[in-house]
C-alpha cells in the first residue's frame, strides 16, 4: 500500500491522477487481466444504449449455454465469477433501463443451469449461490415491468420450480410475490392443482411434496393462515412447521389457538428450545406472567441458558433477584451440562465457576477452547488454580489428540499456566507444577514438533 512519496494509496490520491491517466493504467492492465478485461467491457456496455447491452449480455447467455467444457473445482470457481458478472449486469445495469428485457433474459440465465451443472463440479457451492441470487433478481425484474402480465408471470414462475433439479429455484413464490399479484398467484394455483392431479397415480412422490410446498408458499404469500396450516397438515410437516405456524398465529393475535400448538407440538429436543421461547412470548402477551416464569425457570433448568436467565431475574421484583440468581448458580453448580455451567458461572459467580473446574475438570471437553479460554482468563485474577486447570485441559487435549496444527495454541496456554503457577497456594489434590510438567514430559516426550515449539518458548520439561 505504499507510494513513493510516502502518503500511500487512497482513493483522493489515485482520483487525482485525473480519467485520462487512469484510463491508460486500466486499459494497460486489462491485457494481462482476463476479468478486470471483462469488467471494463460490461462498464463500457452498460453506458451505452440499453438494446446494445441487452443483444450482448444475451449473446453471453448462448455462449455460456453452447460450451461443453468441463470444469473441475478450480474451473468451476472462474465459471461462477463470469456468471456472476452476467447475472449482475443484468440486474444492476439491464433491469433499470428496460426491466422487461432484463426480467426475460434472467429466465434464459436461470435455464442455464442445468448444463452448467452437469459440466461442472460445484462442490464449494458459488455457482448455485448464483443462480439462487439470480431467481430472486428475476422476481424484482418482473415486478418493475408496469404492464407484465401475470398470468404469463405465473406460467413462468411454474416452469422454473418444475424443473429445479439442482435445488437453486427454491423458495421461487416469495421473491415473485410482488411480481405474481392476487391474479398471478391464484393463476399458479391452477397450474399446480392441475399437475398435482396428473400425479395421482403416484401420491407420496418427492414431485407432489414438491407441489405442495409452493401451494404452502401461495397461501403464505397471500395471508391465508388457515390455508397455510391446512397445508401443513395435509403434507404431513406440521410439526416441522410449526414454530412459523404458531408465530403467524400470534401475529393475527390468535393467541390461545397459538399457545395450545405450542403445548402439544411434537418436536425433537434439539427444536424445543424455540418452541419454549415462543410460548413464554405467548404467555406474556396473554398476561399470564406467572406461567411465563415458571417456564422460563423450566427453560433454563433444561438449558442453562444466559439469555434465559436474564430474562427470568429481569421480570421478577428487584427484591427477589439475589435470591433467584442464588439458586440458578446452585443449579448450575450440579448441572450435566459442565460447560454450559461454566459459561454461565464466569459470568455471574467466579467463586462457584472455580469450584466447579477444580471438581470436573476431566468432564470438559477440550475442543471446546471457546469457552474454556475466556473462562481462564476470566478466573486467573481471583483463581489461579482455576485458570490453570483449565490451560493444562487445553493443552492436553492438542496433545492427546495429536493436533500438531495447534501446537501452537497448546504452548500458549502451558505458558500462561506457567505464569499463573506461581500464585496458587493450594492445589487442591491437583498435580503442582514440577509433577505436572514431569509427566507431561514423560507421556508426550516424542512430539518433536511440540518440544521444539516449547523450547522456543522457553519451556523445554525433558531436560
Not at 86 to 108: F, M
Not at 175 to 180: H, N, P, Y
Not at 240 to 252: G, H, M, S, Y
Request: hydrophobic letters at 50%.
Amino acid at each position: 500500500m505504499s507510494a513513493r512519496n510516502g502518503d500511500g494509496l487512497s482513493v483522493e490520491a489515485v482520483a487525482a491522477l485525473g480519467a485520462r491517466r487512469l484510463a491508460e493504467l486500466l486499459v494497460r492492465h486489462a491485457g494481462g487481466d482476463a476479468a478486470l478485461a471483462a469488467d471494463l467491457d460490461m462498464a463500457l456496455l452498460a453506458a451505452g444504449p440499453a438494446d446494445r447491452l441487452a443483444e450482448a449480455l444475451a449473446a453471453d447467455i448462448r455462449a455460456i449455454d453452447a460450451d461443453r467444457r468441463d470444469c473441475d473445482t478450480t474451473g468451476s470457481g472462474g465459471l461462477a465469477a463470469t456468471l456472476d458478472r452476467l447475472r449482475a449486469a443484468l440486474a444492476g445495469d439491464l433491469a433499470p433501463r428496460a426491466p422487461r428485457r432484463a426480467a426475460e433474459l434472467l429466465e434464459r440465465f436461470l435455464r442455464l443451469d442445468a448444463g452448467v451443472f452437469a459440466r461442472c463440479d460445484d462442490a464449494d457451492g458459488l455457482i448455485g449461490d448464483v443462480f439462487r441470487l439470480a431467481v430472486a433478481d428475476c422476481g424484482r425484474a418482473w415486478a418493475a415491468v408496469p404492464d407484465r402480465d401475470p398470468c404469463r408471470v405465473a406460467e413462468g414462475v411454474f416452469e422454473l420450480f418444475a424443473e429445479n433439479d439442482h435445488g437453486v429455484r427454491d423458495d421461487v413464490v416469495p421473491v415473485f410475490r410482488d411480481a405474481l399479484g392476487p391474479v398471478g398467484l391464484d393463476a399458479l394455483e391452477g397450474l399446480i392443482r392441475h399437475r398435482l392431479g396428473a400425479l395421482s397415480a403416484d401420491p407420496g412422490s418427492w414431485r407432489e411434496a414438491e407441489l405442495i410446498r409452493v401451494l404452502i408458499e401461495i397461501a403464505d404469500a397471500r395471508g391465508d393462515l388457515d390455508g397455510f396450516i391446512a397445508l401443513h397438515e395435509l403434507a404431513g410437516t406440521e410439526s416441522v412447521a410449526v414454530n412459523d405456524i404458531c408465530e403467524r398465529l400470534a401475529a393475527a393475535g390468535r393467541l390461545e389457538e397459538a399457545l395450545e400448538r405450542t403445548e402439544r407440538a411434537e418436536v425433537p429436543d434439539w427444536r424445543r428450545g424455540d418452541i419454549d421461547r415462543l410460548r413464554i412470548g405467548i404467555l406474556h402477551r396473554l398476561g399470564r406472567q406467572a406461567q411465563a416464569q415458571a417456564q422460563r425457570r423450566a427453560l433454563f433448568a433444561r438449558t442453562l441458558s444466559p439469555t434465559v436467565l436474564e430474562e427470568y431475574l429481569e421480570a421478577l421484583p428487584a427484591a427477589e433477584r439475589p435470591a433467584a440468581l442464588a439458586d440458578a448458580v446452585a443449579l448450575a453448580r450440579g448441572h450435566a451440562d459442565v460447560h454450559g455451567a461454566l459459561d454461565l458461572l464466569v459470568r455471574h459467580d467466579l467463586d462457584a465457576a472455580a469450584a466447579l473446574v477444580r471438581e470436573r475438570v476431566q468432564d470438559v471437553n477440550p475442543q471446546l477452547y471457546r469457552v474454556l479460554r475466556p473462562a481462564a482468563e476470566r478466573l486467573a485474577g481471583a483463581h489461579p488454580l482455576a485458570a490453570v486447570l483449565l490451560r493444562r485441559r487445553l493443552a492436553d487435549g492438542v496433545l492427546e489428540q495429536g493436533q500438531a496444527a495447534a501446537y501452537g495454541y497448546a504452548v500458549m496456554d502451558l505458558e500462561a499456566a506457567e505464569r499463573l503457577s506461581g500464585a496458587v497456594v493450594d492445589w487442591a489434590g491437583h498435580p503442582p507444577a514440577d509433577a505436572y510438567r514431569r509427566d507431561l514430559a514423560a507421556r508426550h516426550r516424542q512430539k518433536r514438533g511440540f518440544w521444539e515449539r516449547m523450547r522456543q518458548a522457553g519451556l523445554d520439561w525433558r531436560r
